[in-house]
């Protein structure tokens, strides 16, 4: 492994402020560029670099290549008291599927459950910031999404399938955090490719094989040949499932059409799939929340096998995460600082403001 590079701390009020600065130099509107920030720093806080402010350039290097519209608004369509349909437009992805889940939260309130199918969009971060929208609105949630091919299917070797992030939740009890699932179907997440390849690391071998099949730690091989599925058949039939739920019934791009957010050939043309849950349906608020904290600390209090130190609730990690760079500041290397100013100067924006 390369050796470690020195950090450099930002504050997540900073990357906010910046972020917005870059958008809406580049023609987004106000409200659009602070849910993008939102959602992008919010992955930096949680730990999720490879989804955080690092994912800009990509972005406005897609604006200035004329196939993602920053000026796009999402739109609503109504189809029954409970379904609603969101065009992105070709817009970003984050003001869309956030129009998706305030939709469904909307009418899970009134009716109990909320579905909103999302066509025409774009890569929208980490999905775990969407279901902390739910999860902040006393909600549950499922937010599936469809990617750009990177994962062969079982038996195949050639790239057909995204590695579509599988995201629920739901809220805590008392003493408890709230459950936040965030998975891809791989063994690992192809934006964690990215970042090794950034901070010149190497991958773990059983990550992705080269474009001659081969196991590979080198990323930028591993970017030319295709992530592994984890679990084998199980990874790649979640992929499917996701392109089922998010492209398919959509109406967007699916079965391997997908584009990409670092191809600049032609739009996006993602599809999200959102659900909402009011998880008092069956029974009192007061008695779901007592059942997750049972649930919980059930858990967590599980016999440890042996070297392990701590069982943790899944989000809970991430959730720690957050609230130490809340009070020290989200980390990134030199280089990571670099590519963000580069952008700052084509668009005549302030550098990014970095703690001392």
């Keep these: 492994m390369a050796q470690e590079a020195r950090t450099i701390t930002v504050r997540h009020t900073a990357a906010e402020q910046f972020v917005v600065a870059l958008l809406k130099a580049s023609g987004v509107s106000q409200k659009n560029a602070e849910i993008t920030a939102r959602g992008l720093v919010q992955a930096d806080l949680r730990g999720v670099e490879s989804h955080g402010i690092n994912r800009i350039p990509s972005y406005l290097s897609r604006i200035r290549n004329g196939v993602l519209d920053p000026k796009a608004e999402p739109t609503l369509t109504q189809v029954t008291p409970v379904v609603a349909q969101v065009n992105g437009n070709n817009g970003f992805g984050f003001p869309a599927v956030h129009l998706a889940m305030e939709t469904a939260i909307s009418m899970a309130q009134s009716f109990g459950i909320g579905m909103v199918s999302v066509k025409h969009s774009n890569h929208f971060g980490m999905s775990a910031w969407i279901v902390r929208q739910a999860v902040d609105a006393g909600m549950m949630s499922l937010v599936f999404t469809n990617s750009s091919p990177a994962l062969p299917v079982w038996g195949g070797k050639s790239q057909l399938m995204g590695v579509s992030p599988i995201a629920c939740g739901a809220p805590g009890g008392g003493s408890s955090i709230p459950f936040i699932l965030d998975m891809a179907p791989s063994v690992a997440a192809r934006g964690k490719i990215y970042k090794a390849m950034r901070r010149g690391e190497k991958i773990p071998q059983d990550w992705a094989l080269d474009a001659e099949g081969k196991p590979t730690d080198d990323p930028e091989k591993a970017l030319q040949g295709v992530m592994l599925p984890m679990g084998g058949p199980k990874g790649s039939a979640l992929a499917i499932m996701m392109d089922v739920f998010s492209g398919v019934l959509s109406g967007s791009a699916f079965a391997g059409s997908v584009t990409g957010p670092y191809d600049m050939s032609k739009p996006g043309d993602v599809g999200h799939f959102i659900v909402a849950i009011k998880p008092d349906l069956f029974m009192s608020l007061d008695d779901f929340r007592q059942r997750m ?60 403001q970095t703690a001392v």
């Design 293 to 352: 904290d049972v649930l919980y600390q059930r858990v967590v209090g599980s016999d440890k096998m042996e070297g392990v130190e701590k069982i943790y609730f899944p989000g809970e990690i991430e959730q720690l995460t957050e609230a130490r760079r809340l009070n020290d500041g989200i980390p990134f290397v030199q280089g990571e600082i670099d590519a963000l100013n580069a952008e700052a100067e084509k668009l005549g924006v302030p550098n990014i």
